[in-house]
């Protein structure tokens, strides 16, 4: 009664928030706790009732806390994963900034995965050349008469721009087929040498730091939507006790601790969903794994995909082999073709698998034939199938791990903010009811409009190489796999 009295005085409720519902439910608190007022027990502790009866006196205001804390948990997982990624490139001032590898300064950030590409990238590298992946194995599949053909009319076009090279090549033509398909055997022996593996995947990465975004968000796509959306989840579950918390203790610091709890926990519960346990547990009937793990088989499919269009493509690999017009392919072919051979018909057959490298779309069967043969994206796909739950864990986790407790951190600095704007604007307790049916009102609609907008407005695109043309299309979006799906693998 006297609570109600207290807001229902006209002077009262012209006084900040604080003040007023603070201080009178704090009087209230501490003349329970002494036995006054008929409403608690003599240890200041409050009954599982009397807390029900002080919910129902003002259910609208009370219902802003759990509704503010899922709002919270979506948002800052929100944050979270923007930035893991976002921007690109450092924004703000360098003011503090120890190092390059160090995404934050004293006023601004990088995203964690581009700040640190490089050594992400070579972890990525590791498990793929060592792994996944032999460049002898892969060239070895080709057939090297069919590929010498392939090649020839390349290496005729560029011997024809040399002076005299009709006379050249009517010279030559005869013994091209046989001398290219001697090249080409031997160029299959040597790969290993004249293609490094490992530095056409780590300049793939290094040179456009989109690609390991791109990479990283293509095959955690469900892991990256779980951590956001789980937050609301999360959030509503942890907020509901931010409720009863406040009802025992309507402090001015209850709400803000209790936000920054929400936001760090939340964050903190959906990265150990994300990845543990690595390898699956049974629980009678219920095996339990973490998300990314029990995904092996639609992610092994989504990686061998992504490299074998963006990273390792045949026009990648060709580019690799002819960057430089006396490097070591030139040297190669010098040691095939020794004098009296011209040199300018060793540059011109450089220049050839050059230009077909850039030109994808003037040498079409030569492409068609080495993506068929080279068969990058099932081989990697299957092997990677193969690993271990652990081993295919590092796939993905180095995102996490790095900078891991920045992160959760935000979550829990943001929710702080966020429960001290509930506590200042009169959000969290009895009173200030239109004040809480907006609060009530613009969290639910920001929360729901997020599905909304992710479902029908946020549709991402992925680009077809073809022969032909370069195609823009929607990424079809696929679910996570059963634990029973992944088992037939094993």
Request: a neutral charge; charged letters at 20%.
């Amino acid at each position: 009664m006297k609570q109600q009295l207290l807001l229902q005085t006209p002077s009262l409720r012209q006084t900040s928030f604080p003040v007023t519902m603070v201080a009178s439910l704090t009087r209230q608190h501490s003349t329970n706790s002494t036995g006054g007022g008929g409403g608690g027990t003599r240890s200041g502790r409050r009954t599982i009732k009397e807390i029900l009866d002080e919910l129902r006196t003002s259910p609208l205001q009370y219902a802003t806390i759990p509704a503010v804390a899922a709002f919270l948990g979506l948002s800052t997982n929100w944050v979270g994963v923007k930035m893991l990624f976002y921007p690109i490139e450092y924004a703000g001032f360098d003011w503090y900034r120890s190092s390059p590898c160090v995404p934050y300064g004293l006023f601004g950030w990088q995203g964690v995965v581009p700040c640190k590409t490089e050594k992400m990238a070579s972890r990525l590298v590791t498990i793929v050349t060592e792994k996944l992946l032999s460049v002898e194995e892969a060239f070895g599949n080709m057939d090297p008469s069919h590929l010498a053909s392939l090649l020839q009319p390349l290496v005729v076009e560029e011997l024809l721009k040399e002076p005299h090279g009709q006379v050249m090549v009517t010279f030559l033509r005869p013994f091209l087929p046989y001398i290219l398909t001697r090249v080409v055997t031997n160029l299959q022996i040597e790969i290993a040498t004249l293609l490094d593996l490992r530095s056409v995947v780590l300049e793939a990465f290094v040179r456009d730091k989109g690609v390991l975004v791109e990479l990283f968000q293509k095959v955690g796509r469900v892991e990256l939507d779980f951590l956001v959306e789980s937050g609301l989840g999360f959030g509503f579950i942890l907020g509901l006790g931010q409720m009863v918390l406040w009802v025992i203790k309507p402090s001015p610091w209850t709400l803000p601790v209790a936000g920054a709890i929400v936001g760090y926990v939340t964050n903190w519960i959906a990265i150990k969903l994300l990845f543990d346990p690595a390898e699956p547990i049974q629980l009678g009937p219920v095996a339990i794994q973490g998300l990314f793990e029990s995904r092996q088989v639609e992610v092994s499919d989504e990686f061998g995909t992504f490299m074998a269009l963006r990273v390792l493509s045949s026009g990648k690999l060709l580019e690799s082999l002819a960057q430089d017009a006396n490097g070591d392919l030139f040297a190669f072919l010098r040691r095939q073709l020794p004098y009296p051979v011209p040199e300018f018909i060793l540059t011109a057959a450089v220049r050839a698998i050059g230009n077909a490298a850039r030109n994808q779309l003037d040498a079409p069967e030569l492409h068609r034939y080495m993506t068929s043969m080279l068969d990058i994206e099932k081989t990697l796909a299957q092997r990677l199938k193969l690993l271990s739950p652990t081993e295919f864990e590092d796939l993905l986790h180095p995102v996490f791990q790095e900078d891991e407790l920045i992160l959760i951190c935000a979550g829990g600095v943001l929710g702080a903010v966020a429960g001290l704007g509930q506590t200042r604007l009169g959000w969290g307790g009895p009173g200030a009811t239109f004040k809480s049916l907006v609060t009530l009102i613009a969290v639910s609609v920001s929360s729901w409009g997020y599905f909304v907008f992710k479902e029908y407005f946020e549709v991402p695109n992925e680009v077809i190489l073809s022969e032909e043309k370069v195609i823009i299309q929607p990424v079809t979006m696929r679910r996570r796999n059963t634990l029973i799906r992944g088992q037939e693998y094993q």
